[in-house]
């Protein structure tokens, strides 16, 4: 017999406790600068120590929740134009491995030393929980108001994350991703509007602006808005710049949790339509191939995980593409796309946060350790049998079954998404091992939050998978793979070809057969951002197209002004003299009197005719 809950856990507390307790402790943070220094740093040292149990509110929530209960919403009346929160299919899972990173991003930034003086102030941790209530707003949020508000919370929060260190990179970085994330703001704003008036408000009722008169603007909108947090081609620019220069981890909950709002995003707003689906799943297999290519030229280990979120988010992009182009789809792929963001989410932190494991923990007792737990989240990433990555791209492959782009199956391309995995992984892991080492004696935050992400990524997609997430054949959870001999070789060919490919490109460089510029030792033959370089050449040239256009318009306006100038001066001398002449022949009352009266009764008289004639 199931026991219920207490009410101390009860929903709608627990979701008030996940959205305010983050918020709480930002505040407190804030306000020890009212102290004196020594009291503020200690007060804020002692709160980032206990900053990751803020999100232990959400973590109960996500194990708690029965999706679909009406007990699971709450309603704020006096919040925004009535703010309503929920857990619904999507949002628990996706709210578990939000929960799951944040808290091990602030663990492993919790336990410094106290000379550490760039992480004394807090900052870092106020960020992050910033970030955090605005990312788990967006699956919690039922309706668009709440929705637009905690994203833009997240968005605008995690440029605090990525200015961090201050560095140039790190502020052209935030540059960059300042205005991408205003432009998609604008985009998702608008979108929304124009939903919301055609009686969406609610997320139940988005479905009612199909068919209206703006719904191809409102999908343009909205595969802009979310495709530039998506990292959807070419909106990707600002994470392979974002990623190097923020903290690991700011890096691990970008690529991990944040990505994947813009992916909720679409789930929720995106109208179906044949026409949208087409130019998303293009976008889409561009991204996941074309990441491949400029991906493993980079020299950063960060950067180039940051091209295999790319990659991986195209791949999860292709699902609710064909759930646009084919509605009766919609389920399945939906279902598939938040499995595999799971597994991504777990897989691609565990990564991220292993950089800097790598660099002080790679080395005596815990190198075993460290190198055991890297090659499971890189082998889950590529999706190798019995791993999260191979449970993810199956049940992928069995939503999309069937359909073809250009006579070829998607369930014969998407494999090949691994293969580019693959790739991704071993230059990484060349770069990661050609880097510079810093041997910690102690175990701190860093590794065991680490150690706790490798520990969730094994265990928590397939729990998520198989009993949370349902599709509409499979009541009880989407079909698990069996493992036959098949099903472990479809998992397995695609990482053995791009262990091939990675072997014929490494014996022709060895040969010297590869162009020197794609051999650059120093740089990267294709700087980080790609076509940012490309954007902005274009936008200086649109600049200094505007420019002389105005220099022009200047030039045009100033020798205007000048002879209005010298009519108007004209002007002036004549309207003298004739005061002039008025007032030697006005100069008693009486003259003066009587003519401000027929002044007077002109006016009233124009005045009166008007009034009549509109009456």
Avoid at 219 to 245: R, S, Y
Avoid at 482 to 491: G, Q, V
Avoid at 561 to 582: D, K, P, T, Y
Wanted: charged share 10%.
């Amino acid at each position: 017999m199931l026991i219920s809950p207490p009410s101390l856990f009860s929903p709608s507390l627990l979701i008030a406790l996940s959205l305010l307790t983050p918020l709480v402790i930002v505040l407190v943070l804030g306000l020890a600068g009212l102290l004196r220094p020594l009291q503020a740093f200690t007060l804020r040292r002692r709160l980032t120590l206990f900053a990751p149990l803020a999100v232990a509110p959400a973590v109960l929530l996500a194990l708690l929740a029965e999706p679909g209960s009406a007990a699971e919403t709450v309603e704020v009346p006096w919040l925004l134009f009535g703010a309503h929160f929920g857990v619904d299919l999507y949002a628990r899972p996706l709210l578990l491995i939000a929960a799951l990173l944040y808290g091990a991003a602030l663990l492993s930034i919790s336990w410094i030393k106290l000379r550490d003086a760039e992480r004394g102030s807090g900052a870092l941790s106020a960020f992050l929980l910033l970030s955090f209530t605005g990312n788990i707003g967006t699956y919690l949020a039922a309706d668009a108001a709440s929705f637009y508000l905690a994203f833009a919370l997240m968005s605008f929060s995690a440029a605090g994350l990525v200015i961090h260190y201050r560095t140039p990179a790190a502020q052209r970085a935030t540059r960059v991703y300042l205005v991408m994330s205003v432009l998609s703001e604008t985009a998702i704003l608008a979108a929304l509007i124009l939903m919301t008036s055609a009686g969406g408000f609610l997320l139940a009722e988005t479905s009612e602006a199909a068919g209206t008169a703006h719904t191809g603007l409102i999908q343009g909108l909205l595969i802009f808005g979310f495709g530039v947090k998506a990292g959807t081609v070419p909106l990707h620019v600002w994470l392979p710049l974002a990623h190097p220069a923020a903290p690991p981890a700011a890096s691990a909950v970008l690529s991990g949790a944040m990505v994947k709002a813009g992916m909720i995003g679409w789930l929720r707003f995106l109208p179906e339509g044949e026409t949208a689906g087409a130019v998303l799943l293009t976008l889409a297999l561009i991204g996941a191939f074309a990441a491949v290519a400029v991906g493993v030229l980079q020299h950063d280990p960060k950067v180039v995980l940051a091209y295999s979120t790319i990659s991986q988010m195209g791949f999860i992009t292709v699902l609710v593409a064909v759930g646009l182009m084919v509605p009766e789809l919609r389920a399945a792929t939906s279902a598939a796309a938040v499995i595999y963001a799971v597994h991504h989410g777990l897989a691609k932190g565990a990564l991220f946060l292993g950089v800097p494991v790598v660099k002080h923990y790679a080395r005596g007792r815990t190198g075993i350790l460290v190198l055991l737990g890297m090659l499971g989240a890189g082998l889950a990433v590529a999706g190798a049998p019995l791993t999260s990555g191979a449970f993810g791209k199956y049940v992928s492959k069995e939503a999309v079954s069937g359909i073809e782009v250009l006579g070829v199956g998607l369930d014969l391309l998407l494999p090949l998404v691994a293969t580019g995995s693959t790739l991704l992984l071993l230059r990484f892991a060349v770069v990661i091992w050609a880097a510079d080492r810093d041997p910690r004696r102690r175990a701190d935050g860093e590794l065991s939050s680490w150690l706790g992400v490798c520990a969730a990524g094994i265990v928590v997609p397939w729990v998520i998978g198989a009993r949370w997430v349902t599709d509409p054949v499979q009541a009880d959870g989407v079909a698990v793979p069996s493992w036959e001999p098949s099903t472990l070789w479809d998992a397995t060919w695609p990482i053995l070809f791009g262990i091939l490919l990675a072997a014929l490109v490494w014996g022709a460089a060895r040969r010297g057969l590869l162009p020197a510029r794609l051999r650059g030792e120093t740089t990267p033959a294709v700087p980080p951002g790609d076509l940012l370089l490309a954007e902005e050449s274009l936008l200086r040239r649109v600049g200094a197209a505007g420019g002389s256009a105005l220099d022009g318009a200047h030039g045009f306006t100033t020798s205007a002004a000048e002879r209005w100038g010298s009519l108007w001066s004209a002007a002036a001398q004549r309207g003298r003299r004739a005061v002039s002449w008025a007032e030697a022949r006005l100069g008693g009352w009486e003259s003066t009197g009587l003519m401000l009266v027929v002044l007077l009764t002109v006016v009233t008289v124009a005045t009166m005719l008007v009034a009549g004639r509109f009456s």
